[in-house]
């Protein structure tokens, strides 16, 4: 969050010829809390509040803040990865490359392809294991054989993922970059570019993202009557990433019109469709859907979520897909703004069913999770469980 939130604040109030008072009625966010950001005593909130304030003030989020980013993972995360960071800043081994133990291209393919449901299913206690010694074969492997480089490519791409899943910001930073930097066509780069887009959202970096996908979705847009299902689901992607960071930017407009392309796009597709069997680029009516609820949960509509939420046959995707779960967080949320307390823990309970190693690592669940419990006198066995899951303090 910028240092200057409350002059930023105080100053864009002004100009709008508003008091502290008539700011907090348009916007609903609390009078004692505007004070508290304008006279300095707090220089922090959250995202949605900055959103909020934002739109009353007629101006974009990024006007009010420099940048908000999702709580870094915790040391105890971060220690719990240490050999996967270790094996993504290692320099290769000049001996280990020149031995006759070098990897082979087949015996890192198959393994990089062993590994990938790994990533796909939130299996992380595993990954932390197979992930370190990959990392390096994989490395070996290209320093000594060319072919090896698609194959590092995709495996840094999926580690970027797997970092920001966890929100290990600057190591998943250093992942995509390098994934970058190895990228052998023009869709990679942009599926690659689609994953920094999402990093950069759960950094606060609302403005990079938004300049990074609309330069992307440029660059390769299909033409729709000869396009590929990887061509239409990366520039889709793109469009989505457009449309989220748009929403969070107060620009309403903007971000419609990057969904309205973007279901061009899935319409094109015809459904849900997972090209080359690459996980991170799945697309199709579906997901633009998800997206679509999720913009209106972000400018706090919760009756649409749940009017939306009930159209969508969210159960026809897999447990484990992080779109899903992302999706039911936001019924969630909905359910909990509407004091529907039991449906929210009911849609909790489903989400760990199906993801229990996903749903730790997400501080949108701390916050919804926070939110029911705060209003209950007395928690349930199934609350306390919850909340050890996701490390909220009871």
């Given at each position: ?36 950001l304008e006279q300095g005593e707090r220089n922090d909130t959250r995202l949605e509040t900055a959103r909020q304030l934002a739109s009353a003030l007629k101006v974009p989020t990024t006007r ?10 915790s040391q105890d995360t971060v220690n719990r990865w240490a050999p996967v960071h270790a094996a993504l800043t290692a320099s290769p081994d000049p001996d ?299």
């Amino acid at each position: 969050m910028s240092a200057n939130l409350g002059e930023q604040l105080r100053d864009t109030r002004k100009r709008r010829g508003l008091s502290q008072r008539e700011l907090s009625e348009l916007s609903g966010v609390s009078l004692s809390l505007i004070r508290k950001l304008e006279q300095g005593e707090r220089n922090d909130t959250r995202l949605e509040t900055a959103r909020q304030l934002a739109s009353a003030l007629k101006v974009p989020t990024t006007r009010l803040i420099a940048e908000h980013a999702e709580a870094s993972a915790s040391q105890d995360t971060v220690n719990r990865w240490a050999p996967v960071h270790a094996a993504l800043t290692a320099s290769p081994d000049p001996d280990a490359v020149l031995s006759s133990e070098t990897p082979t291209y087949n015996g890192v393919r198959d393994a990089l392809q062993a590994a990938t449901p790994l990533f796909s299913r939130d299996r992380f206690d595993e990954l932390r294991t197979v992930l370190p010694p990959l990392l390096r074969d994989t490395e070996a492997l290209t320093e000594a054989d060319p072919r090896g480089r698609p194959l590092r490519a995709r495996l840094l791409e999926l580690t970027g993922w797997l970092m920001t899943q966890t929100r290990q910001f600057d190591a998943a930073e250093m992942a995509l970059e390098r994934a970058l930097d190895d990228a052998t066509d023009h869709i990679q780069t942009a599926a690659t570019v689609n994953t920094q887009c999402w990093l950069l959202l759960r950094r606060g970096k609302l403005a990079q993202a938004r300049e990074l996908a609309v330069h992307w979705a440029d660059e390769i847009e299909p033409r729709m009557s000869r396009a590929t299902p990887s061509e239409l689901s990366t520039w889709g992607w793109l469009l989505l990433r457009l449309s989220a960071a748009a929403i969070r930017d107060n620009r309403p407009g903007e971000a419609e019109d990057a969904l309205r392309l973007a279901n061009s796009a899935a319409v094109a597709m015809g459904h849900e469709c997972t090209p080359e069997g690459d996980f991170l680029r799945t697309f199709g009516p579906v997901t633009v859907a998800l997206k679509r609820t999720e913009n209106a949960m972000v400018i706090g509509q919760p009756d649409k979520v749940l009017t939306l939420a009930s159209r969508i046959p969210a159960d026809s995707l897999k447990p484990t897909s992080n779109n899903r779960n992302r999706h039911l967080l936001d019924v969630a949320n909905a359910h909990t703004q509407l004091r529907q307390y039991a449906e929210a823990m009911d849609t909790f309970q489903k989400i760990r069913t199906g993801s229990h190693q996903w749903l730790p690592n997400q501080q949108y669940a701390r916050d919804v999770l926070g939110r029911i419990m705060s209003k209950r006198r007395t928690l349930t066995p199934e609350m306390r469980e919850l909340a050890d899951l996701v490390q909220l303090p009871v």
